[in-house]
């Protein structure tokens, strides 16, 4: 089994990682991180306005944002590809490409979750930050740009990276609207062996448990830097002459 594994790690290498590009489109595991930071990067700007709609004062922000969150949280990830992928034709009368509609699906599926973070990062500060900043002339948009985001962006970093690693997860899910992510291309490969199943996707397994075990790994060593930070540096002991 660890020789077959072997083989086909040897003759199908450059598909897993970059698809058929450049003969074709960009795939395997180059894909598959394009597409998840190109989602979180999309969907971290929706999300902060999200979270701040449903930290507003006035319902008419902050019920639909609440709305739009606790409904796509709700809904299966597989149903939104499919809302996207079949919606988007019949509403604007184009044919989207799998990688598109993967993307959208991924900005709007994470940005309802990042918004959660963000929310968390906001109201984790001491409300006298708020307040500081206005008594110094700022609005309270330019509070929260110049004095409350940057804070919280600190604090919400690991919880960033770790949402960072669901997307790459869910990517996975590109292959039944023919996206050459790195799950696609394995099952390529699977269907032209057909023989050596179990040795494919374990393959596949290991892949993404390298990938997201690392970045895990960031993300702990991130969250015990900021917790070191906070506590500031160690105060010496004093030693009494005897």
């Not at 990067?41 to 507003?56: D, G, W, Y």
Request: with cysteine.
């Amino acid at each position: 089994m660890l020789s077959n594994a072997i083989g086909i790690i040897q003759d199908n290498w450059l598909l897993l990682l970059i698809g058929q590009y450049p003969n074709g489109p960009l795939g395997g595991v180059a894909a598959t991180l394009l597409l998840s930071v190109l989602a979180i990067l999309l969907a971290f700007p929706f999300s902060v306005l999200v979270a701040l709609a449903r930290l507003s004062h006035l319902w008419a922000l902050r019920i639909p944002a609440t709305a739009l969150v606790y409904g796509v949280r709700g809904i299966p990830l597989l149903m939104i590809i499919f809302w996207v992928y079949f919606m988007f034709p019949l509403l604007f009368g184009i044919s989207v490409p799998g990688f598109a509609t993967m993307l959208c699906t991924l900005v709007l599926y994470e940005g309802a979750f990042l918004s959660e973070v963000v929310r968390a990062g906001i109201t984790a500060l001491p409300a006298g930050q708020m307040d500081a900043a206005r008594a110094l002339g700022h609005s309270y948009g330019s509070a929260m740009r110049f004095v409350i985001l940057p804070q919280a962006l600190v604090n919400m970093l690991p919880s960033i990276l770790s949402q960072f690693v669901s997307t790459i997860q869910d990517t996975t899910l590109g292959y039944v609207i023919n996206v050459p992510e790195l799950t696609f291309a394995a099952n390529q490969i699977n269907n032209r062996l057909l023989t050596k199943p179990f040795e494919v996707f374990l393959i596949l397994a290991l892949t993404y448990y390298a990938i997201c075990f690392s970045l895990t790994q960031l993300a702990s060593w991130l969250e015990r830097s900021i917790a070191t930070r906070r506590a500031g540096p160690a105060m010496p002991k004093l030693v009494l002459a005897q």
